[in-house]
């Protein structure tokens, strides 16, 4: 990746049209667990999502290999697919930006007020 493609993100784009170009052989349910999948990931991101793809090329690999093992997405991701995207990302990247937003205004509320002592 050169510095142009980091800049403007173009990297990532080939990339995802690449996840979606496999996407579209994949089973209704899957697409639609796909785009679930998708929704729940990037809002744990950091600010520019590419820590998020590797995580996103494992999970389309998950959905390829049940799907055509012929399991059906329940069976892979069970019902609970927020859950299933949070375990994905781990604690460290569990948090959506309004979660880092609140902690920074708490640090800097606890900074401004320590100084009022």
């Known amino acids: 990746m050169n510095f142009l493609e980091k800049i403007t993100g173009s990297d990532m784009t080939k990339e995802m049209k690449g996840f979606e ?3 579209k052989v994949l089973p209704a349910e899957y697409q639609t667990a796909w785009k679930e999948i998708i929704s729940n990931l990037w809002v744990r991101g950091d600010f520019t999502g590419r820590n998020l793809m ?3 090329d494992s999970a389309l690999e998950l959905l390829e290999v049940t799907s055509a093992d012929g399991q059906s997405v329940e069976e892979v991701l069970g019902d609970d697919i927020i859950g299933f995207c949070t375990a994905l990302v781990g604690d460290e990247g569990a948090k959506i930006y309004r979660d880092k937003w609140r902690d920074q205004l708490n ?3 606890v900074r401004k007020l320590g100084g009022l002592k």
């Open 21 to 23: 170009a496999r996407v």
């Open 54 to 56: 590797p995580i996103l």
């Open 107 to 109: 640090k800097n509320v």
